[in-house]
């Protein structure tokens, strides 16, 4: 069992940043891979960026490409991303998921699932 807590999210404006924490706690953590997922009004939830347990591969969707940065911290038990060049299109409900052995962009193969933080940039 794995609880997943994220924060970080708020308002902000175009162009602007945000940098989103996830505090894993329960089972290990380093041994996981971990990511964020994005849900818009009126969408379905889309792969936003993967880390694998060592950080040596990550993934990223090609509308972040550039300006988002996914890191973690397995001493802490912490994953992160940071947002930069926020877009209003990158408005939704972000949350962080752990353990997977599946295709990343799949979210039913994501074993755990935060509450998710609500990220608002205005246009």
């Known amino acids: 069992q794995v609880q997943l807590v994220e924060s970080g999210g708020g308002l902000a404006q175009a162009g602007g940043s945000l940098r989103l924490s996830c505090a894993a706690s329960?089972?290990?953590?380093?041994?996981?891979?971990m990511g964020w997922f994005r849900q818009a009004p009126g969408k379905e939830r889309e792969f936003v960026s993967g880390?694998?347990?060592?950080?040596?591969?990550?993934r990223y969707a090609d509308s972040v490409k550039g300006r988002f940065t996914i890191s973690r911290d397995n001493a802490k038990n912490m994953v992160y991303l940071q947002m930069n060049s926020l877009k209003f299109e990158d408005t939704a409900v972000y949350y962080c998921?752990?353990?997977?052995?599946?295709?990343?962009?799949?979210?039913?193969?994501?074993?755990?699932w935060g509450q998710g933080t609500q990220v608002t940039v205005s246009s």
């Open positions: 880390i694998g347990r060592s950080s040596f591969v990550i």
């Open positions: 329960g089972r290990t953590f380093s041994t996981r891979a």
């Open positions: 998921v752990a353990d997977t052995t599946s295709p990343w962009a799949s979210p039913e193969g994501w074993g755990y």
